[in-house]
C-alpha cells in the first residue's frame, strides 16, 4: 500500500510542478506526519504522509487550512518592544533581532541577581522547539520552573491519573481493537485526537463494538454512539466508583490480573465498601439510574476487549483527580490494560537533547519548583502530589504576593495564558507586574499585548523539529522548514542559540544549520537524518502487555493503591468529593465547555477557510431552561457569573443536561487581538470563571463556574 500511495506522490508533484518535503502539521498537538508540496518557495498542496501509522495519510480540516499560515499578512514579523506603561495594553515600536536579544539576556540577569534564578517561568504548550529554552533556561540559567506539556493548562487531571496509576504520563487508545469503548466526556469525533484513534472508533463501531458517551452533552462523538448517557456536570466520579463496586461485588474483576500485576485490590474492596460507593448511592448525585449503572458495569467488565477512557471532560472540575482515577481503575481491575483494545501506555522514542551540557556547567535548582512550593497545603509535604508542572492559575500568587516565592520574569511560547487561562484579568495584572515578560509568538496575541517583548517565531512550515509522534509504539517524527520564515521570523533554536551567546553559553549551541542539531539529537534513534528526512518518520515495534513486564510506578504494577497519593498523606484511593462552584438561585445554570471540530484551540481563528466554516462560537441550552429563561433559538443572550458577563449566540438544544450550559469552545474566540480576521468574532468565556485549580494536581478547573442568562 505505501508504494502504491508514495507513487501517487510522486504523480501529484509531477502535475503540480513541485518538490515534496516530508514533515508534519502543527496546527493542533496530534503532529500528524506530511507530505508537502512546494513550488517557488511557497506551499501549492499538502496531504498526509500515507506511510505513518498516526494518519494513514488522512487529515482534519484544520491541518487542510493550516498553509493560510505562511502567506497570513497578520503574522508578526520583527521583533517589537513596548513603548507605553505596563497595565496599557501594549503600543510597540520595531526593534532589531540584536537589541531583543541584548535586551532579554540583561533582563534575565539583573533578574537572576536580585531575585534568583526561579524567578523566571517558562511556558509553552504549542511547543516548537520549547526543549532548546528548556536547556538554557532551566540546565544553565537554573530556574526548575518550566513547563513545556503546559499540562495545568490542559490535560493534568489525565496525566496525573494515567501517572499515578500505570506510571505513564500519556495514555493512548487502541480503539481499533475494542469491543466495548466506554468514553468519559471524549469527544472524539468533535475535539479530535490522533486521527488514527478517531478512525479506529468508526472501524471498531462498524465492526460491532459497542460505544457509549458519557456526557452531559449530546456531542458529535455521543451521536454515533449506541448510548449516551448524561450525566451531570462533574460527577464521574462517583458514577465510575459505583462501576467499580459492582464489577468488585459481583465479582467480575479480573482475578489473575489483579493479583499478578496490581497492588492495592483488596483495600480498593474495602474502600468501596466502607464509602458506600454503591449504584444507588451514585444514582442521584450523577441523574443516572442505578440500574443503568449497574448494566453498564456488567456490560464492561464482560465484553471484552475493552477500554475506558478519559480526556478533558472530568478534568474540567476541582474533583477530576479522582474522577480520572475512578475511570482508570474500571480498566484496571478488569485487566483491561495495554493490551489489544485497550487504554494503550505509550512509548517513548529515544530523541536525544539538541545541547551537550556537561554536569559542571548546570546550574542546580536552589529551590523547589513552584509545583511543589505552592503544593496543596494537607497534611505533611506542601506538594501536588502528582503533577510536576507549574500551576498557571496560581502563578500570579507568586508574581504579585511573592507566595510562596517571588517571580519576576515570564517567557510564554505559543501559548497564550490572558485568554486561556481562567480569570483573564488576573492575568493581565500578572503580567503588569512582572519586569520580564516575552511573548515568542507568530501573532499579536492577547498575551503578547501585556509583554514587553515581542518575538516573532517561525511557524512549523518554516522550520525544523525532531519530536515524539502521536501513535500507539514509539515513534519520532520530523518537521522540515518548507518555505522561507516570514518577515524576520525565527525559530527558536536561532533565539536560543543568540540568548546564550550572550548569556555565555554560547559553546553549547553552536550549530550552524539545523542539521547540525538535528544529527546529535538522532544519534539514539535507529535511524539516519537523511533516513528521517526521506520519510519524514520513524516508529518503532507496536509493544502490548507492559504490566507483564513491570511499570515505572513506585511497586512496578498497576497502582490501585497509588504510593503517589499515600506518600502525599492522601488517601490511596479515589474519594468522592463535590466540586468548587454550585449552581444557586441567583445563578441557576452549570457552565460547561466544548471544542469544535474546524479550530484548534485559540490557534485558528485568523484562518479564513476556517472562520468560513464557523464563524462565531454560541451556547447550547436545553429547551427547557431556554423556555424558563425566555430564550429563543439563534438569539443573543447574556451569561453572566458572580464575576463577569458576556454576550453570545444561544442555540437551544434537546441534547443537553437541564441545568448545564455548553460554552462551545469558549476560549477560543472573542479575540481582541490576534489578526483582522479573529478580531471581535464570537465571545470570550474565561473571565466568567475564577482562578479555581485542582487541589491535588494543580490543573485549572475550567468548568467551576455558575452563570444566569437573559436575553441581550
Ligand atoms: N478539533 C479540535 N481538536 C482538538 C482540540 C481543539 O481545540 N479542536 N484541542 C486539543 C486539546 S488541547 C485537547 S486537551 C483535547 C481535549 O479533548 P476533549 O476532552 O475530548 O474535548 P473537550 O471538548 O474539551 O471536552 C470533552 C467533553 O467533555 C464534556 N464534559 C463537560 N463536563 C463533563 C463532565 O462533568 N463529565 C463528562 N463525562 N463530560 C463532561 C463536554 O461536554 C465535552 O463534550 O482535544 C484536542 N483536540
Ligand atoms: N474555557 C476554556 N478554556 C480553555 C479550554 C477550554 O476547553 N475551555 N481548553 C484548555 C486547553 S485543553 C488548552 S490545551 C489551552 C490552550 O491554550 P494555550 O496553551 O494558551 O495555547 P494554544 O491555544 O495552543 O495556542 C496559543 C498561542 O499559540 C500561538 N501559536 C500558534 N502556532 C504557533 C507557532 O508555531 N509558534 C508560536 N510561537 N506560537 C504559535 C497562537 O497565536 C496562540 O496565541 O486552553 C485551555 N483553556
Ligand atoms: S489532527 Fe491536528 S496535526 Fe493532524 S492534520 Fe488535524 S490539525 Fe493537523
Ligand atoms: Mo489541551
Redesign the pocket.
Known sequence: MGQQQSSVTDRLAQIKGAQVIKSFC?TC?WTCPTEVFVRDGKVVYHKGNPEAPNNIGTRCAKGMASAW?TQDPDRLKYPLLRSNAKGEPGEFKRITWDQALDFMAEKLESIRQKWGPEAVVYLT??D?NGIFMVQLISQLYGTPNVSIG?GS???GDRRSACFTTFGNIFPMHDFAHSQYILLWGMNMLGANQALFESRGLLEAKKRGAKLVVVDPSFTETAQKADEWIPIRPGTDAAMALAMNQVIVEERLHDAAFVRDHCEGFDGFAEHLREQGYTPDWAAPICGIEAETIRRLAREFATRKPAISAIF?GSG?YTNGAAAGRACYLLDAITGQVDGPGNLHLKDFAPIGMPATIPEEAMTKPSKPPLARAMGYKMTAPTSYPVLPEVPNARLPEAVLNDDPYPVRGVIV?????V????NRERMQAMFAGLELAVA????M???ALECDLVLP????YEQAEIRQGMWLGAEAILGQPVVPPVGESRPMYDIVKGLAERMGWGQYFDYERWEDWAEKRVETLPVSLEELKARGFWAGELRYGKPAQGLPTKSGKVEIYSHAYADAGLCPYPLWQERSVIPDEAYPLQVT???LSAH????TQNNPMLMEICGENWVEINSQDAARYGIRDDQMVVLESPKDKIEIRAKVVEGLVPGAVS?R????FGHWA?GRIAKGKGAH??NL?DSHTNPLTGT?S?NECKVRVRPA
Not at 517565531?457 to 512549523?460: D, P
Open positions: 502543527y498537538p499560515v504548550h504549542h516548537p503546559h493548562g490542559c490535560e478533558k474540567y511560547q505559543a501559548a497564550n495564558p485568554m486561556s487561562d481562567p515568542v509568538e507568530i501573532y496575541s492577547e498575551t517565531n517561525t511557524s512549523f465547555h466544548s471544542k484548534c484551540n485559540i490557534v460554552i469552545h469558549g476560549h477560543g490576534m468565556s474565561n470563571m485549572n475550567y
